[in-house]
């Protein structure tokens, strides 16, 4: 699978996964948060948007 570059690291797919995955087990919103890019949009199948963005 092909990485990402985010400030100058490349980082594959299945590690921001995991790291959010460890950070909502951890209830550690900062870091949850941190790895959704800042113009994200968060839907409810199929058209309904429940968020926008990092804020």
């Not at 092909?2 to 594959?12: A, F, H, L, Y």
């Not at 948060?33 to 199948?45: K, P």
Request: proline share 4%.
């Amino acid at each position: 699978m092909q990485g990402i570059t985010m400030n100058s690291k490349t980082v594959r797919p299945e590690e921001i996964v995991q790291q959010q995955l460890d950070a909502y087990n951890a209830r550690d919103i900062d870091v949850f948060m941190a790895c959704w890019a800042d113009d994200a949009l968060y839907y409810q199948h199929p058209d309904t948007l429940l968020a926008r963005g990092t804020r």
